[in-house]
């Protein structure tokens, strides 16, 4: 049974415009999520998080949004730029779990 | 430099072999895991450890073995490999609970 879900493999985006990646959960016990990105022939790389406390997180161009009655998150990368081409993978955790579930990753093509 | 290293970065077994996936980190780091990265399932918890010898189950722990003697290795021994252990597996390490995971490079084990 998949906690955390991806529903879109994949996702073609023009550079300079939004890319918005979502994720869902089923775990009401979840409060700490976070979002991860991965390159070919690399480990994944941390990228943003958020808790259970806040709505809304901000780091440069990423902002992760998190709608806790929907279980639902998602991260938007504005502007987007060919760079972001990567697999963005979302995780969920108890807060102050060392235990992470990750959902099965979404595709990023940013278009030149 | 100090980081997360794996090895091999490529392997080849035939089923039924015993194969062992080296992980060494540099930070001192508490927490290590394994998880291993299949299509549709994203990734996926095998075993984790919070300090040495202390180690216990994920997600996906049968067919798999760790060891956890220094705080700077952990190693995971497939006993007696399997076609469907063919994966890319991942090892990482965190500071603490709830901190971000720092990720390997990746070992892509293929059992024939």
Same mark, same amino acid.
């Given at each position: 049974d998949q906690q955390v879900k991806q529903n879109s493999p994949s996702l073609s985006v023009q550079e300079g415009r939004i890319s918005i990646l979502n994720c869902d959960y089923t775990n009401s016990m979840f409060d700490y999520f976070l979002w991860y990105k991965k390159y070919p022939a690399e480990g994944p790389t941390f990228l943003i998080s958020i808790s259970s406390i806040k709505d809304k997180n901000e780091d440069g161009r990423f902002t992760v949004f998190l709608n806790k009655s929907a279980k639902h998150l998602s991260l938007h990368i504005? $502007?987007?730029? $060919?760079?972001?081409s990567a697999v963005y993978f979302c995780a969920a955790s108890l807060f102050g779990n060392e235990k992470l579930t990750f959902g099965t990753g979404t595709r990023l093509t940013i278009i030149p | 430099d100090a980081g997360i290293t794996q090895s091999p970065r490529y392997k080849i077994t035939e089923t039924g072999r015993q194969v062992t996936l080296m992980c060494h980190q540099t930070? *001192?780091? *508490?927490y290590m895991f394994w998880y291993r990265q299949d299509l549709g399932h994203g990734l996926r918890l095998i075993y984790y450890s919070a300090a040495a010898d202390i180690t216990d189950k994920g997600e996906v722990p049968d067919g798999y073995v760790v060891s956890r003697s220094k705080t700077e290795n952990f190693p995971l021994t497939l006993e007696s490999a399997t076609r469907s252990q063919t994966s890319v597996y991942f090892c990482a390490s965190s500071e603490s609970p709830g901190s971000p995971l720092h990720f390997g490079n990746g070992t892509r084990l293929t059992v024939t």
């Open positions: 504005v $502007p987007s730029q $060919p760079g972001d | 930070w *001192s780091h *508490s």
